[in-house]
């Protein structure tokens, strides 16, 4: 059983920066960040496949900063540049085996947060 509690999320105008953690319970293969704006389905963001290898949704790549800390057990997604329509609730995600596609709105990833509201006033 993985648990994950997202933090970190706020207001802030595009062009600004922030943060967002995920305190995760355990060891999982994939973590990953997905993002559902208002009105839309849920999407992508980053992943971490494994202890080093990194992957990223086009609309953030040079923008977003997927990271971890593993003694603190803690995933981030540093934002910059953000954008209006970054708006979005947030999760984190995980999935203990290996096959967890950014692609398909989260299918087979197995847990998840409950979600940080970002936006981004124009």
């Known amino acids: 059983q993985v ?3 997202e933090s970190g999320g706020g207001s802030v105008q595009a062009g600004g920066s922030l943060r967002l953690s995920c305190a995760v319970s355990g060891s999982p293969t994939c973590m990953g960040w997905f993002r559902q704006p ?3 389905g849920r999407e992508g963001v980053a992943k971490f496949v494994g202890p080093v290898i990194t992957y990223y949704a086009d609309s953030v790549k040079g923008r977003f900063t997927i990271s971890k ?3 603190k057990n803690t995933l981030y997604l540093q934002m910059n540049s953000l954008k209006p329509e970054d708006t979005a609730m947030y999760y984190c995600a995980a999935e203990p ?6 692609a398909g709105g989260g299918r ?3 847990y998840w947060g409950q979600g940080t ?3 981004v006033s124009s």
């Open 108 to 110: 087979g990833w197995a």
């Open 3 to 5: 648990q994950l509690v």
């Open 117 to 119: 509201q970002v936006t």
């Open 69 to 71: 800390d593993n003694a």
């Open 97 to 102: 085996g290996g096959d967890c596609p950014l």
């Open 38 to 40: 208002p009105g839309k």
